[in-house]
């Protein structure tokens, strides 16, 4: 399925202003990354409809205290980043339309997208819109939540995602949103 950029505005209404800048990159993310059904294009934009904000964010917001929970302790450590104070932290903070977090997601991200660990170098690459959105798909991809969306398990993938269900309540309308722009109903 080809989303169109009236469709994408329809399901992220306050998208409005970037949707041209993604709706290309978006399309060829979810092709490479099999999200091509309308159910399972519609969970997708759900959730990185939440997570960047419909678009706006592609770099986790927060200040260096807020960051620094995930430059040391046990947070720090789940994923993957050096236990000094060194600023890995904020190196690593969120970044994509799935907000890609921590050292150890940046290397599994860039050996998926670019077969290396570019990225760990390189880690605004996510910024931009192509890798902002193929980050976005091979995370979804990667981590089966095609398979999830396929058997409409929105909170197992919300879970997947967040570790918990931060933002549920918004990720549910962004969804009955999606289906009903791309599914019907």
């Not at 202003?17 to 159910?39: C, D, R, W």
């Not at 969120?94 to 760990?120: E, K, M, P, V, W």
């Not at 995370?139 to 398979?147: D, H, I, R, Y």
Request: glycine share 10%.
């Amino acid at each position: 399925m080809v989303l169109s950029e009236q469709q994408l505005v329809k399901v992220l209404p306050s998208s409005r202003l970037k949707a041209g800048v993604f709706i290309s990159a978006l399309n060829a993310a979810m092709s490479h990354h099999q999200i091509t059904t309308p159910e399972r294009t519609a969970a997708f934009l759900a959730q990185i409809g939440h997570e960047s904000g419909q678009l706006l964010y592609v770099r986790e917001l927060g200040s260096d205290q807020y960051l620094s929970k995930y430059d040391t302790g046990a947070l720090a450590a789940r994923l993957g980043n050096t236990p000094e104070a060194d600023g890995d932290g904020q190196k690593y903070r969120g970044r994509g339309l799935i907000q890609i977090t921590g050292r150890r997601n940046y290397l599994a991200c860039s050996q998926g997208l670019f077969g290396d660990d570019r990225l760990l170098q390189q880690p605004q690459l996510l910024e931009q819109p192509q890798w902002a959105c193929e980050s976005a798909a091979w995370f979804w991809q990667s981590n089966g939540l095609n398979e999830l969306a396929d058997r409409g398990q929105f909170t197992s993938i919300t879970r997947r995602i967040n570790g918990g269900l931060n933002g549920l309540d918004e990720r549910l309308r962004l969804w009955a949103r999606a289906r009903a722009v791309l599914c019907g109903g």
